[in-house]
């Protein structure tokens, strides 16, 4: 029987139908004894992703609930966390960790903090390429360089030390989630860099742990040079307004829902 809190691990997934598998992999016995509900959100992946992930995570994910998720519109990647933060809040989980589905983080990375009660001490724990005791293995020195640069610029913004504007592998009390005001933030790849804004501005408690985390057969999806000239337009935004930005329209196109369906749901053979 299973006595820690309700952990609901979301894992966002476009276009990742290889990479998808080694990510459910990761999911030992040590994980799912933690680990309430995994649910895959496909973006409408062209590849055939959702059915790798149901095939994958029904044969390894048996000691805690599967779900595989299909958006009804491509929302994007921000959009596909409002999806999950709402089905979270929905169902009264306590925490969802939030693990890329592109296999560059490592979720066993996360199960000593939980073992140590750190979850109970934070609203966010937010996992981190450039602490130390991180570990980084296939990037490149340049986009190192440029993480750490715009690091520097938002802990100014905030006046806090920030080591990391979005690595892969985050976790959130549901509680501080409850408010949906991170609805009007953009559903693209920034939704992480505000979201991160919004909870210093917020108050919440924040803190980062070192991640293992590497780079070697994902397709990116970020035009590099845009996104930076995008993400400093948002902390300028944030810098000058502070809360009007944050309350303000960031999306492109704004969906009253981010709803979608349950492709596959596979209950836990030994339940909590």
Not at 72 to 95: I, P, T, W
Not at 104 to 114: F, K, M, N, S, Y
Not at 159 to 176: K, T
């Amino acid at each position: 029987m299973k006595n820690h809190p309700r952990i609901l691990v979301f894992i966002p997934a476009y276009r990742c139908k290889a990479q998808v598998v080694r990510v459910l992999d990761q999911f030992d016995q040590r994980v799912q004894a933690w680990i309430h509900t995994v649910m895959v959100v496909d973006n409408r992946s062209p590849d055939g992703t959702l059915q790798a992930a149901i095939d994958r995570g029904t044969a390894r994910i048996i000691e805690t609930n599967f779900i595989a998720w299909r958006n009804d519109d491509n929302y994007g990647l921000g959009g596909s966390h409002k999806a999950a933060f709402r089905y979270a809040v929905e169902q009264k989980m306590d925490y969802v960790v939030v693990l890329h589905g592109d296999d560059q983080a490592d979720i066993r990375d996360l199960v000593p903090l939980l073992e140590e009660g750190v979850h109970e001490q934070v609203d966010c724990l937010l996992g981190a390429r450039f602490m130390s005791g991180s570990r980084l293995k296939g990037y490149s020195w340049f986009r190192t360089f440029g993480n750490r640069l715009y690091n520097k610029i938002f802990s100014f913004a905030v006046l806090r030390n920030i080591y990391d504007l979005g690595s892969g592998l985050n976790l959130y009390r549901v509680s501080s989630l409850q408010e949906f005001y991170y609805k009007s933030f953009p559903d693209d790849l920034t939704f992480n860099y505000v979201m991160l804004l919004a909870s210093y501005h917020r108050g919440q408690n924040v803190r980062f742990f070192p991640i293992s985390w590497r780079e070697e057969d994902q397709i990116s999806n970020v035009k590099m040079f845009r996104q930076a000239f995008k993400v400093l337009g948002l902390l300028a935004g944030y810098f000058f307004q502070r809360g009007s930005f944050l309350a303000s329209e960031l999306r492109g196109k704004a969906f009253d829902r981010y709803s979608g369906q349950i492709k596959c749901f596979q209950e836990a053979k030994f339940s909590d």
